[in-house]
């Protein structure tokens, strides 16, 4: 599409027209939300005792206790990807529950120095796209995972590119608990540590950037490459979803 836009010399390439030039007064938010942040927690592992279970259950706690509302999303009876059509109601509960969330909790075991095939499943069954927009882009992301041996970080760094693909805001800051059989009681609370302190920190930090973001996302997420390519379909005739800017087949 021709821009009526003077051209850059030193950027020739650069279509002007759909340059959005950042400034703090885009950033003011006019009706700020004032309901408590919605946090979707997940984890990773089926066992009766599932460490990534209590210790998003322990999260969960911590968030509320911070003014957040928490769900946490029972993996159990989750078809495999693919294996049934996605009006299934485990994975119409997982969908409802990750477009209600604002920010969510990822937790998986470390299994063969990854995550583990339950929590990927649930991940597949989160469609990258519905009706033009991504159910998890603009979402805060916190990752934690817990080991049986020494501590790791090979799942929490897998859990960060997954986070990346589905376009969230990962927070800096993440938890590794190691020996996780160790550090719950036989009620499964988990015990004081520097592991249940980092626990805190990270849940303060989610809640923080959830606050911080969630009534933005529009702005954060909208992309030049996006918007010039809306622009182009506009003129084709293609229809063009409002909030994300993609084209809509």
Not at 77 to 93: A, I, N, T, W, Y
Not at 105 to 124: A, L, M, N
Not at 142 to 163: I, P, T
Not at 196 to 210: A, G, I, Q, S
Request: hydrophobic share 35%; proline share 7%.
């Amino acid at each position: 599409m021709p821009s009526d836009t003077p051209a850059d010399d030193a950027l020739p390439a650069l279509d002007a027209a759909h340059l959005d030039l950042p400034d703090h007064a885009k950033l003011a938010v006019r009706a700020p939300s004032t309901h408590p942040p919605r946090i979707l927690l997940l984890y990773g592992s089926l066992r009766e005792r599932s460490y990534s279970r209590l210790l998003v259950e322990e999260a969960a706690r911590l968030l509320e206790r911070m003014g957040a509302e928490a769900r946490i999303f029972d993996p159990s009876g989750l078809p495999m990807p693919d294996s049934v059509p996605s009006d299934h109601p485990k994975v119409q509960e997982l969908r409802a529950l990750s477009i209600w969330s604002e920010g969510q909790v990822w937790c998986s075991p470390e299994r063969h120095g990854t995550i583990t095939g339950i929590f990927k499943s649930q991940i597949d069954w989160i469609p990258l796209e519905v009706g033009g927009v991504r159910p998890t882009q603009g979402r805060t992301l916190a990752v934690m995972q817990v080991s049986g041996g020494s501590q790791s970080f090979n799942a929490v760094n897998a859990l960060r590119v997954l986070g990346r693909w589905m376009r969230m805001v990962t927070i800096p800051n993440q938890s590794s608990v190691a020996k996780a059989f160790q550090e719950f009681d036989e009620e499964g609370r988990m015990k004081p540590s520097p592991y249940y302190d980092r626990v805190v920190d990270v849940m303060e930090e989610l809640v923080k950037f959830t606050l911080l973001t969630r009534d933005r996302t529009e702005y954060f997420t909208s992309r030049y490459s996006e918007r010039r390519e809306a622009a182009r379909c506009f003129d084709a005739g293609d229809r063009v979803d409002s909030r994300s800017h993609q084209v809509i087949g």
